[in-house]
Each structure stands twice: as C-alpha cells, then as structure tokens.
C-alpha cells in the first residue's frame, strides 16, 4: 500500500508542472507552490500536458502561494530554475518541518550547498530529471520526447526505509522513478554532459550535429574532458559506461540535441550561466592547474551574454 505523503512542488512549470502533474493524476495529495499569474492561469485553463506518454488535463490543480502555506509538509519537490533558488527557499520555509525532505531537481550541484545551510543537510535529498520539456505561449507543458526520468535518494545512506516510501509513492505515477544508492554520482554525470552540451552548444550557437558538421567534434571532446576531469577531482570518477555514451551523444552526425540553454539564449531570457558553467569552473580551479580553456571560453561567452541582457532597457 502507498503510504499517504502531503507533497508541495514548488513550480508547475515544465518540469514541476510535469512531474507534479503526473502524481496527482495518480491520486497523489500534491499542492503547487506557484506565483499569482500562473495560479490564476491553472484555476481558469487548469494544468495540460501534451505527450508522447499520454497527455492529460487536470482541471483547477492545487495551488497556493507562500503566504498561504501554514503547515509542513512530508515532501518538498523543488522544481524551479536554479538561479531563482534564493526566492524559492525563503517561499517554502513555512512548508518545512522536522519531518520533511526537500527534493532538489535544479541543474548543478551548488543548490546542495544553499539548501543544507538553510534547511539541514537531514532534510535534503539528492535528486535529479532526466527529460526534455518546455511551456508553451498559453501555458501548456510540452513534453519534447519520450524520456521521462526522476532519481533520487540519500546522500549519505542514512534513511532506506524512508526513501523506499517516496519510491513506492511514486511507483505507478506515470512516469519512471528510481531511488538511487549513487545519487552523488549520478547527479555529478549529469553535471559533466549538461555542463558540456550547455558549454558547446551555446559557444557554437548551434546543435551537435553542425558542430559535428563543422569539424568541432576536437573542442567538444576537450570540453567534456575538462568536466570529466573536474568531477574526477571532487571526487567522482565518472563511470567508463557513462563517458562512452556521453561522446557518442556529443559526437553524433546530424543530430539535433541542443541544451535548453541555448534555447534560452535565442529568445533573450535568463540563464543558468553562473549555476551551471561558472560552477564547474570554479571547481576545476580549485583543483586542477593544467588550464581549463574549453570551459572558460563557454562560462565567458555565457557571462557575456547574461551581462549584455542585464544592460538592455
């Protein structure tokens, strides 16, 4: 039987609005936590999801704002852009108790830090997602391709018969959960290829395949390598089976894959350029003196980006 758990996911964007969406679908007790223009949208259109996975309408979802929160909740589901962490710690402050776990889906690694010296490193999970989704004009979440992949678990091992319950919560929801005794590593090997997609894909302005195309496949490696390097030198080693399909992907002939970065960039939004690149530079400094010049040239080229949107009118 699943044992009953109160879920608050914070956004009902394109990953919280997926995912968030998908449990209470299943008969999951989920509230999102969202901003007043986008609960007034889901009370009047309600939360739609295209998919290749099926798609679904879910009519006035639960909704609240921070000032409504009065109560903890079991789990915490953080689903909101990395470089908005700091507002979304200070919403759900009145949602986290003795009892709830705080799972992070942001990009990067530095959240970890932020949430354990806000929260308490107890109360945080590690997690991350594996799909690829976007909102449209009106709303609509968009589900891009037909991955749709949560992993999560304890940092320290601490608390099995707890992360089993979320498993099992989740089990059936309709998409695929997997509690992971390698959370630590696997959320480094997402950090290692996002990092890398992001960093090319933006400096190049274009997908893999004209990178490929273009005779780039030399300065895609070199990137992944400085990734793989910095993530060795904090500790964890990518595995061999992850590296092999980490440059097959990145090196595919004609392939479309782009990150969302640098779909963000094309329309002129915000980025994660500090969360995601500058992080890893910053790590890879801290550790290694062999020079970093494939990821430098990304977290520049992504910073300039960012300071030159911060001037416009």
Not at 3 to 17: N, S
Not at 252 to 264: E, N, P
Request: charged share 20%; net charge negative.
């Amino acid at each position: 039987m699943v044992q009953p758990l109160r879920i608050l996911v914070v956004g009902a964007g394109a990953i919280g609005g997926y995912f968030g969406g998908r449990l209470l679908a299943a008969g999951r007790d989920v509230t999102f936590l969202v901003r007043p223009a986008r609960r007034a949208r889901l009370a009047h259109d309600g939360l739609r999801i295209i998919s290749p996975r099926g798609d679904l309408h879910l009519a006035n979802p639960p909704c609240v704002s921070a000032d409504d929160l009065n109560g903890a909740y079991d789990l915490v589901l953080l689903a909101c852009k990395a470089y908005d962490l700091d507002a979304a710690m200070q919403d759900i402050a009145g949602a986290v108790g003795k009892g709830t776990s705080i799972l992070p889906l942001l990009n990067g690694l530095r959240h970890l830090d932020a949430l354990d010296e806000r929260f308490g490193a107890a109360r945080v999970l590690g997690g991350q997602c594996v799909i690829s989704s976007t909102l449209d004009p009106a709303g609509t979440i968009l589900h891009l391709n037909d991955q749709h992949v949560l992993t999560f678990g304890e940092r320290d091992g601490s608390r099995p018969e707890w992360v089993a319950a979320i498993g099992a919560m989740m089990a059936g929801a309709g998409f695929e959960a997997r509690v992971s005794e390698t959370i630590l590593l696997d959320m480094w090997e997402k950090f290692v290829f996002l990092a890398t997609l992001a960093g090319i894909t933006c400096l190049m302005r274009a997908p893999i395949g004209d990178i490929v195309a273009a005779g780039g496949t030399a300065a895609t490696l070199a990137l992944l390598e400085e990734a793989r390097a910095t993530a060795e030198a904090e500790g964890y080693p990518p595995r061999p089976a992850f590296l092999d399909r980490a440059r097959a992907m990145l090196t595919a002939a004609g392939s479309s894959l782009a990150a969302s970065m640098l779909r963000d960039i094309e329309h002129g939004a915000a980025i994660e350029a500090e969360q995601v690149l500058g992080d890893l530079l910053r790590r890879h400094e801290k550790h290694l003196r062999d020079g970093s010049f494939m990821l430098l040239a990304a977290h520049v080229h992504v910073a300039a980006y960012e300071a030159r949107r911060m001037r416009a009118p």
